[in-house]
């Protein structure tokens, strides 16, 4: 698979800059088109949250905030899809116009409530790039229904793109295994980002049902891909297997993490288990995510 389509939701604050340098930076790497996406509720997907409140209407001048508000947003998503275009030397094209550079950003403002509108776009894309920081960095934490919108309906892989990340693509990559077909998958996913990289290690941490065979055959995979590879088994001792995965990304210098989804427990647990929210909390490092 290769990727040509980049789509980065954007809110309109500071911190989205890291997000569309991300995207940016990718698409560089690949030559491909960057939509970054504004997406502003209406009347009627705000009329849903009051219903939950038990509102009938909203409280006097709430529209006329929220309207000032989203204005504001929106010119500041422009002025950021600017600043970020700038700094890459990236043309600025019309969302939709046909015979643009493969190298390009596009700003793209639609209505409706974000995580659906994300979820469509996002599966006419190849990968989706959300500006995400571990707990402790003074910013608002990625929106959970953001992430289950690309992930679960529109199956496609999230890009999480923390504020300190290297200006060179990914070059160290540890991959999250367990040995599952859910773990092969997401490997499957990464391959434009694997087969760019100078070192792939996949971390197991701990003993798994699927051991052994499954190493062997992951290795074999990415040798077919011309990715050369190790699997390296890395005891929890006393810690998380969230803290074991991570501890040993640092070891590596890993400059991305590959993760793949859970099969155990419901929906919302399958994409956001134990390992997965630990890794979303503390990583430093860029995560691919797969579900």
């Known amino acids: 698979m290769s990727i040509k389509a980049i789509l980065a939701p954007i809110q309109g604050i500071d911190h989205?800059?890291?997000?569309?340098r991300g995207a940016i930076r990718l698409a560089q790497a690949?030559?491909?088109?960057?939509?970054?996406?504004?997406v502003h509720p209406t009347e009627e997907d705000f009329a849903v949250t009051w219903a939950r409140y038990g509102m009938v209407s909203p409280p006097v001048g709430l529209l006329a905030e929220i309207d000032h508000d989203t204005q504001q947003r929106t010119r500041a998503a422009g002025t950021?899809?600017?600043?970020?275009?700038?700094?890459?030397?990236?043309?600025?094209?019309?969302?939709?116009?046909?015979?643009?550079p493969p190298f390009s950003v596009s700003l793209r403002i639609e209505q409706g409530m974000f995580s659906r509108v994300a979820a469509t776009l996002a599966a006419f894309h190849d990968l989706v790039v959300y500006n995400h920081e571990p707990v402790g960095v003074d910013v608002e934490p990625l929106d959970g229904s953001l992430l289950e919108a690309t992930l679960l309906v529109a199956r496609r892989p999230a890009f999480l793109a923390p504020?300190?990340?290297?200006?060179?693509f990914p070059s160290q990559i540890v991959i999250a295994w367990s040995g599952s077909i859910e773990g092969a998958q997401a490997v499957t996913a990464a391959l434009?980002?694997?087969?760019?990289?100078?070192?792939v290690c996949a971390v197991r941490v701990g003993e798994s049902d699927y051991a052994g065979?499954?190493?062997?055959?992951?290795?074999?995979?990415?040798?077919?891909?011309?990715?050369?590879a190790e699997v390296r088994v890395v005891e929890a001792g006393q810690h998380s297997v969230g803290t074991a995965l991570l501890s040993a990304a640092t070891d590596l210098q890993a400059d991305l993490l590959v993760m793949g989804g859970y099969t155990h427990g419901p929906v919302?647990?399958?994409?956001?288990?134990?390992?997965?929210?630990?890794v979303l909390k503390h990583a430093s490092v860029p995560v691919l995510m797969v579900h």
């Open 163 to 168: 504020k300190l990340v290297r200006d060179t």
């Open 213 to 228: 065979a499954h190493d062997r055959m992951l290795v074999e995979y990415l040798r077919r891909h011309e990715v050369p």
């Open 192 to 199: 434009p980002f694997l087969s760019q990289a100078d070192n």
């Open 80 to 100: 950021l899809v600017e600043q970020a275009a700038q700094e890459f030397g990236v043309p600025i094209v019309p969302a939709g116009q046909e015979d643009v």
């Open 268 to 278: 919302r647990q399958r994409v956001f288990g134990g390992v997965t929210r630990h």
């Open 30 to 38: 690949h030559d491909a088109h960057v939509t970054a996406l504004f």
């Open 16 to 20: 989205d800059i890291h997000a569309l």
